[in-house]
């Protein structure tokens, strides 16, 4: 694995454990000299701590967010995870891939936080946590090519149905309050929503993958 | 491909994507539009995400959690001070004329002008001062509430609630929404909301903890700024040029004249009054509501924008006698005290190159010589 930690020269071979569980995914020993840096994968070059967090924090949140359906906690989940490599920066040492080790992280962080929050069952975490096999993929050029496909296709909507879908997918607005905002009622806005997914799902072909996938682990 | 689309209940869908989960199993189709629409969701909201403002906020968490260990040192520290001079000072002053101290209680009553023209002073004991089919109302010393009457007619007349400067008043409206009224405001409002929407305005500063009802809106209006509400805690600033709004809790449409933002919470609106901008930016919610709390937080705040809080806080007036002392900057964080002294004597003792001179209701800022 690509995490490892750095035992104190004094106490080798004594494990840390004061680690985050939410954030710990595998960790091998490791008696190298400590570097106190983080690597870029690629080309191994050296990057500074608010580097790696401006590269990968909208990437991070979004994928919390995909977990949580909450702003603030995906928020919250991402900046506790960058506090958490802060404070352990002397004695976390990346040595291969941040984003990969990073998404990890924070998926598990995700995830334990809905198991923690009790408003969603068991079984439905575990759904969740099937379907973030399929989002976010760590490839960052496949990631833009399917926003810019995604946003080219919310484009193509009537102006109206792009609206709703907006306010309640950008600005987050409950149905109630997106008709009371556009002064319609809320069942004209549950078919606009319906009829924006029907389309933009059609037209971002990707997603109907993960139909059969579904199905294939639903069947095993 | 989509004639799978029959297979899904879309209003059970619907429903579990606005968060009224009834804990009903989805079938494949349903799940797998599901995970469509939460890919949509998460790549359409990646821009509530920007990176500037995130490693910034981080930047905060980060030094707030290194700053508290080291405030407490420093509170600890100017405590023993406190002792140590204030004995000092005690024997010293004793054989001088004894300076004056900035001990005064606020002279001004909180008052309640009633919708017939009716006139109320509050601020002492328990009272009933209406009851009837319109509104019960009930005042302490601190607080005004007001119950629902049985008579459903729509009120159109307005009660006035005034708070001087020097005092803090709580309301509750007939509908149950709390309004907290910081010192120098106006809150102008119905005794009951039996409309189809409830309508405040206000001037000074307040704080809204608007009881929910999706079926009635609740817009609080200020100058030429609205602020309507979808269930949510908000707080109004206009004491200065602009008139700030900040977002605690829930969601918040803020519109004046044709510009309109919809606020998050810890995001801020600010209405230019001079040129009818509507700009919104992050901030950390708690700077804006702290008073609330009964607390005095300034967080690198300049000494002219402290004082000129606290002239109106504690009904007094602030001279500066040096104009460089004006834009010191500096953080104050304590449960506001009774008396101005005590703030007064907090910040000499963190800025050990300021003196106070208090004569009657004015103090005069000077270097110490």
């Known amino acids: 694995m690509v995490i490892c930690r750095k035992q104190q020269q004094h106490n080798a071979g004594q494990q840390m454990m004061e680690i985050n569980p939410d954030f710990i995914i595998l960790c091998a020993d490791n008696n190298e000299v400590t570097k106190w840096f983080m690597y870029q994968p690629k080309s191994g070059e050296v990057v500074s701590f608010e580097e790696q967090f401006k590269l990968h924090y909208t990437f991070l949140c979004t994928a919390a967010y995909y977990v949580v359906e909450d702003e603030d906690a995906a928020r919250d989940i991402v900046q506790d995870f960058f506090l958490y490599c802060w404070s352990k920066r002397h004695i976390i040492r990346i040595t291969h891939d941040f984003k990969s080790y990073a998404v990890r992280a924070i998926r598990n962080a995700s995830l334990n936080y809905l198991k923690k929050s009790g408003k969603t069952s068991l079984e439905e975490v575990a759904v969740i946590e099937n379907m973030t096999q399929h989002f976010p993929l760590e490839d960052n050029e496949a990631e833009a090519d399917r926003n810019a496909a995604l946003w080219a296709a919310v484009a193509r909507l009537p102006e109206q149905r792009r609206r709703i879908f907006l306010l309640s997918n950008r600005d987050g607005l409950k149905y109630k309050d997106i008709a009371a905002t556009l002064g319609i009622s809320v069942n004209t806005v549950k078919t606009q929503i319906k009829l924006a997914l029907q389309f933009l799902r059609k037209e971002c072909r990707w997603m109907n993958i993960i139909i059969a996938f579904l199905f294939f682990l639903k069947n095993n | ?369």
Do not use: C
């Open chain 2, 1 to 369: 491909m989509n004639e799978n689309d029959k297979e899904i209940d879309w209003e059970k869908l619907l429903n579990r994507m606005d968060g009224d989960s009834a804990g009903e199993a989805l079938n494949e189709e349903e799940l797998a539009m599901l995970a469509a629409a939460k890919e949509m969701q998460s790549r359409i909201g990646a821009a509530k995400f920007p990176e500037e403002e995130g490693w910034q906020n981080f930047v905060q968490a980060r030094n707030r959690r290194q700053a508290r260990r080291f405030t407490l040192v420093k509170l600890a520290a100017a405590a023993v001070l406190v002792l140590a001079i204030g004995a000092g000072l005690w024997t010293f002053l004793n054989r001088q004329h004894p300076p004056q101290l900035a001990n005064e209680t606020p002279a001004g009553k909180v008052r309640l002008k009633l919708s017939d023209g009716h006139e109320v002073t509050l601020g002492g004991s328990t009272q009933v001062i209406q009851n009837n089919g319109i509104a019960s109302i009930k005042a302490d010393q601190s607080s005004l509430v007001y119950g629902a009457g049985a008579n459903r007619t729509l009120v159109t007349a307005m009660d006035t609630l005034e708070v001087p400067r020097g005092l803090q008043f709580t309301l509750q409206l007939a509908d149950g929404t709390k309004v907290w009224l910081n010192a120098g405001s106006r809150l102008i409002y119905p005794a009951a909301f039996n409309g189809a929407s409830r309508n405040v305005y206000v001037q000074g500063e307040a704080y809204f903890d608007v009881a929910a009802d999706i079926e009635r809106p609740f817009t609080v209006y200020s100058g030429k700024v609205a602020m309507k509400v979808l269930g949510t805690a908000f707080n109004v600033n206009t004491y200065g040029p602009e008139i700030q709004t900040t977002l605690s809790s829930g969601k918040l449409l803020v519109t004046a004249g044709q510009e309109s933002t919809v606020l998050a919470p810890d995001e801020q609106a600010v209405y230019n009054d001079k040129n009818g901008s509507l700009n919104k930016r992050t901030v950390e919610a708690r700077v804006f509501t702290a008073w609330k709390e009964g607390d005095l937080f300034f967080e690198d705040a300049t000494l002219l924008d402290i004082t000129s809080y606290l002239a109106r806080n504690y009904d007094y007036v602030f001279v500066f006698e040096d104009p460089t002392l004006e834009k010191i900057s500096f953080t104050l964080d304590m449960r506001r005290p009774a008396v101005l002294q005590d703030v007064l004597n907090q910040i000499s003792h963190s800025m050990n190159n300021l003196r106070f001179r208090v004569e009657g209701k004015t103090v005069h800022i000077m270097k110490r010589q």
